[in-house]
């Protein structure tokens, strides 16, 4: 059974918009998650993550939000550039551990 | 060198073959992991070495066989495999500070094609 979920396999955005990617869990034992980031014949690249101790963390036009009783959390982009076009994988751990658990991804294309 | 290092990046191999997949880990990190990534699948979990033991072991065939001789190596030894292992293996290091959250860094992986 999928422990964290990314609901959304494609996300098309107007460059200087919002994207707001998408992701739930099950696990309520995870209490730290993570954005990755990966273009295509690369690995993920970290981009920003949140304990479950705060409700938001933002990293200039980063921000991650993070709702512990619907066990969903979001990753905003503002503004979105044609850069950001990537695979965005979200992932969940309990700290202490070290199975990263990571979702299925979403394709983000930000168009120009 | 920075980062994780994975060779070779590709890799095609016959059922009947022997091969090896390398990382190297230059950040200092106590902690490494083999990801598989096959095609609109969540990136699956197949090893985790803490301090060169092996800690984690997610049901993985034998076929699959880690090794890690420090802290900065990780090698997985491939034998006898089967063209649904085709997938893109990703190697992770992390630093366990105990307690406190911390992100894993992936190499570039190595697309494995076998046929």
């Known amino acids: 059974d999928q422990q964290v979920k990314q609901n959304s396999p494609s996300l098309s955005v107007q460059e200087g918009r919002i994207s707001i990617l998408n992701c739930d869990y099950t696990n309520s034992m995870f209490d730290y998650f993570l954005w990755y980031k990966k273009y295509p014949a690369e690995g993920p690249t970290f981009l920003i993550s949140i304990s479950s101790i705060k409700d938001k963390n933002e990293d200039g036009r980063f921000t991650v939000f993070l709702n512990k009783s619907a066990k969903h959390l979001s990753l905003h982009i503002v503004p979105s550039q044609p850069g950001d076009s990537a695979v965005y994988f979200c992932a969940a751990k309990t700290i202490g551990t070290y199975k990263y658990i990571f979702g299925t991804g979403t394709r983000l294309k930000v168009l120009a | 060198e920075t980062g994780v290092t994975q060779t070779p990046r590709h890799l095609v191999m016959g059922m009947t073959n022997k091969k090896s997949l390398k990382c190297e880990q230059h950040?200092?990190?106590?902690?490494m992991y083999w990801y598989k990534q096959s095609a609109k699948k969540p990136l699956e979990l197949m090893f985790v070495?803490?301090?060169?033991?092996?800690?984690e072991n997610n049901s993985v065939p034998s076929r699959f066989s880690p090794e890690c001789p420090n802290s900065s190596h990780l090698f997985l030894h491939l034998h006898t495999l089967q063209p649904e292992d085709s997938a893109l293996y990703l190697c992770?290091?992390?630093?366990?500070?105990?307690?406190?959250?911390?992100?894993?860094?992936f190499g570039q992986g190595t697309r494995l094609t076998v046929v």
């Open positions: 950040l200092g990190h106590n902690a």
């Open positions: 992770a290091s992390s630093q366990d500070r105990g307690g406190v959250g911390t992100e894993a860094f």
């Open positions: 070495y803490s301090l060169e033991e092996r800690v």
